[in-house]
């Protein structure tokens, strides 16, 4: 049976774990690949999680930079070279996000995405290597797929993603499948998966020819970068892959082992990514922009975002952002002519689609506003997306329809996740009241017996009417009472009746049963 490196005793010298990685890998034992022996996320589900998630999740970290294809097949190119020595074959898949935050993430199944702001602060092909390689190890050795199988990813945690210009708080507006593709790339991982993803990292660069020295030397500026509490590194790819002497260290053992020497590919480097640097300037200035937009200040927003508009024409995000601006001021034919030029520019990104919807539906023009929202949806499922398409569902009479749309809206921790339960409650209690209101038997002191409610719902309830019946010991109904009238239930609050009836033995409680058979909701 072949295990996972980091299962063998954690305190066994670091030069002896180093030299045995070289000799088993030389031996044909691949550490990364090896099966654990209770493993509950199997190989082709750990792909299809990744597969599904993987194009949401870009989505909801800026999307992909589109505007420099030659730059995108440069970073795969790399990601291929170091893939092809990896011990596991995935279906590899490398992106680049256009996103000024300095990150990169993996996911399970070896999908791999870089941020735009990353590739600014790297000096050379060698050391992206050394990212793309440590991102790589991370999905070759299941570090996601082990974090699900602890129970990591918590039920219900989201991301923010700012959509909505009209509404300040953001956050928590992922909806549906895609929640998880946001929990997966916010996970933070364990020292023995850094550790291991660092080894391997390292060894993968040799084997695709680069210098590992280079693994060392950008670990040492992290390190500084770190000290110096650099914030975009601090919320970005430090968050989850924290810097330390320790790995710095650990790294120079492995140099010595692998051995130094191999291409740098600086000059290259500094090709591939010249368009881009170029145009840093004016991403600095929409970012700037996007910062002033949520303080309110509309004067510096528009100076900025015009400011990055003539840095970088071509860019659909900055056309976008003035629609936001657009709306902020209450222009909103002014705000779709914008977002319909930054569709026309990049038409694969949700944002403006969902803006589009939002401001078509504000404006009455239902009609008009359901292709945006739907369209939104398929590339980013959100709590404004499907709680619009919910209401319109609601005004065609297609309840059914309707009640789908708020019951994903619901999943979102906000606002819009709020009022998607409460108008659901509306829609289907009247035909369904006991799947919200939770009804049971209780007795006093004196052995009177009650039937008692509990509102589950958001919404104030005034009549529910409930019927208790009463069995034998057989379980056979011999009986009973009339319909009974509970009025008044508070939301998340209990209310009770007496059936007229009262026992001597408390155990007799358990032979009668109160059925909810209607309620109504105060208005």
């Not at 941020?115 to 299941?142: D, K, P, T, W």
């Not at 109904?477 to 007496?498: D, F, M, Y």
Request: charged share 20%; net charge positive.
């Amino acid at each position: 049976m072949k295990y996972y490196l980091q299962n063998i005793d954690q305190r066994l010298p670091l030069t002896f774990l180093l030299a045995l990685s070289l000799i088993v890998s030389a031996c044909g034992i691949n550490p990364v690949t090896k099966k654990r022996e209770f493993q509950f996320v199997s190989e082709a589900q750990e792909i299809s999680i990744g597969t599904q998630n993987y194009s949401p999740t870009r989505q909801s970290q800026g999307g992909d930079y589109v505007l420099d294809p030659e730059l995108t097949a440069y970073i795969q190119s790399v990601g291929n070279k170091l893939a092809a020595v990896s011990d596991r074959k995935l279906p590899y898949e490398f992106n680049l996000l256009n996103d000024s935050v300095p990150n990169a993430w993996a996911m399970p199944g070896g999908k791999i995405a870089f941020n735009r702001g990353l590739l600014y602060e790297l000096n050379s092909e060698a050391e992206l290597a050394a990212v793309m390689g440590h991102e790589l190890v991370h999905a070759a050795a299941r570090h996601g797929a082990q974090g699900m199988e602890r129970g990591v990813l918590l039920q219900g945690a989201m991301i923010a993603v700012g959509i909505g210009a009209q509404n300040t708080d953001y956050a928590n507006l992922i909806v549906g499948g895609a929640q998880t593709g946001a929990q997966l790339v916010n996970s933070k991982y364990g020292r023995d998966a850094e550790s291991e993803s660092d080894l391997y990292g390292m060894q993968y660069m040799k084997k695709a020819g680069y210098d590992p020295s280079a693994a060392v030397t950008l670990q040492e500026t992290f390190v500084r970068l770190s000290a110096d509490r650099k914030s975009n590194f601090i919320e970005g790819l430090f968050a989850s892959h924290p810097p330390s002497q320790a790995r710095v260290d650990a790294n120079k053992e492995t140099l010595k082992l692998v051995g130094a020497g191999g291409e740098w590919g600086k000059e290259i480097y500094a090709k591939k990514t010249a368009k881009l640097r170029a145009t840093q300037g004016a991403y600095k200035a929409y970012d700037d922009a996007v910062k002033a937009l949520s303080e309110k200040n509309i004067d510096k927003a528009k100076s900025l975002i015009n400011q990055a508009i003539a840095g970088e024409p071509r860019e659909a995000r900055f056309q976008e952002l003035l629609g936001d601006i657009a709306l902020t001021e209450k222009k909103p034919q002014e705000a779709l002519k914008l977002y319909a030029k930054a569709i026309k520019m990049q038409p694969d990104y949700f944002k403006p689609h969902i803006q589009s919807g939002i401001a078509l539906f504000n404006l009455g023009k239902k009609t008009e506003a359901e292709p945006f929202l739907k369209r939104a949806n398929e590339l980013l499922p959100t709590a404004p997306g499907h709680a619009l398409l919910g209401q319109i569902a609601e005004g065609k009479g297609q309840t059914d329809v309707a009640l789908q749309h708020y019951q994903v809206a619901a999943s979102s921790n906000s606002d819009i996740g709020k009022d998607a339960i409460a108008r659901a409650v509306r829609l289907d209690l009247p035909r369904n009241p006991a799947k919200y209101i939770k009804s049971g038997i209780q007795s006093d002191n004196l052995g009177n017996v009650f039937a008692v409610v509990q509102n589950d719902t958001p919404v104030a309830l005034s009549r529910v009417q409930v019927r208790v019946i009463q069995y034998n010991e057989n379980g056979r109904a011999i009986g009973q009472s009339q319909p009974l009238l509970i009025n008044g239930v508070a939301p998340g609050k209990r209310n009770q009746v007496a059936i007229g009836e009262r026992i001597s033995d408390p155990k007799a409680i358990n032979f009668y049963k109160a059925i909810v058979e209607s309620a109504s909701i105060t208005e």
